[in-house]
């Protein structure tokens, strides 16, 4: 079975989720301050890893994220990344170099 590591910190008004395979590290990058706690990624997330935060505090003043992440959930499909419409949501996928590498190798052995 493939390993996944996952991780997540905060940066400012980011909240920076990592998943790390063999091959790929994809980033999902939520910064709160863009977010207008429109809820369609909540409504949308397959793996149901968003849930509204405390709005009404948020409203009120509070300086909270208004979407929570449940990173053990989390599969990083990146729909919220595509659907937010202010952007609040990024994803980056990182192929790992070692990988490319294999991959070259294998390519040439196929071609030879
Ligand atoms: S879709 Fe974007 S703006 Fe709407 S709640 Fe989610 S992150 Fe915030
Ligand atoms: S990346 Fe996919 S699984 Fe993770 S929170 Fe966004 S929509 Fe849900």
Redesign the pocket.
Known sequence: MMEIEKEMEVEGSHII?KQRTKTTEKV?DYDYKRCAGCSI?IA???????QEGPLQEIAKGLDAPPVL??LD?????????NFCPLKA?K?TVEEKPEMSVIEETAAKAASA
């Not at 949308?44 to 968003?50: D, E, R, Y």
């Not at 959930?73 to 919220?80: I, R």
Request: charged residues 15%; contains cysteine; hydrophobic residues 55%.
């Open positions: 989720a999902l990624c949308i997330c397959p793996k149901k890893a968003l992440i449940d959930a989390c599969v990083f499909c990146g729909m919220c990344a949501f994803m």
